[in-house]
């Protein structure tokens, strides 16, 4: 792989053969994450010892008119990438606890590590806490887990907004 001049946040990859369309392959790669102090973004770590991750993973870009969309995010929250499937093994202190929109698959306290993973996404938030500030909504049809503040919406708008 390399990265891509005047493009930082990208990182191509150089496949021995291509992937073509219906088909899947698997790529595995290890890299280190460098996390940003979030008082510049909401996202990184804050003075609490919490990390809030969204769009820190590598994504796979768009493939429109027969060649990959090179489009750097530069935090402005309007991700253009291709929807893909995520397995991801996160190694985390015992003490932390993970809030994710992704699907937990196993939460082993001996380990560290926790798996993580969902289908036909072209992004998610992890939230690693040692306090979670999570709310539980559940209806009849879904369950809803959230962090919204009583600074932002009232009880009220929580409750319309779900």
């Given at each position: ?114 798996k993580i993973e969902g289908q036909n996404r072209n992004g ?30 009232t009880e009220i708008e929580k409750a319309i907004l779900i």
């Amino acid at each position: 792989y390399n990265r891509i001049e005047n493009h930082i946040d990208l990182v191509q990859i150089h496949l021995s053969k291509p992937i073509l369309p219906y088909q899947k392959n698997t790529i595995f790669i290890q890299y280190k994450l460098k996390i940003p102090n979030s008082k510049f973004t909401d996202y990184g770590f804050n003075d609490k010892g919490e990390i809030i991750l969204k769009d820190s993973f590598l994504i796979p870009s768009k493939f429109e008119n027969q060649q990959f969309t090179k489009y750097s995010n530069l935090n402005i929250d309007d991700c253009a990438n291709a929807v893909c499937d995520f397995e991801i093994d996160l190694k985390v202190p015992n003490k932390e606890i993970i809030t994710t929109d992704l699907n937990v698959l196993n939460d082993s306290e001996k380990s560290g590590i926790i798996k993580i993973e969902g289908q036909n996404r072209n992004g998610f938030n992890v939230t690693i806490q040692e306090n979670p500030n999570f709310q539980t909504y559940k209806t009849d049809l879904l369950e809803v887990q959230t962090n919204l503040s009583e600074k932002k919406v009232t009880e009220i708008e929580k409750a319309i907004l779900i």
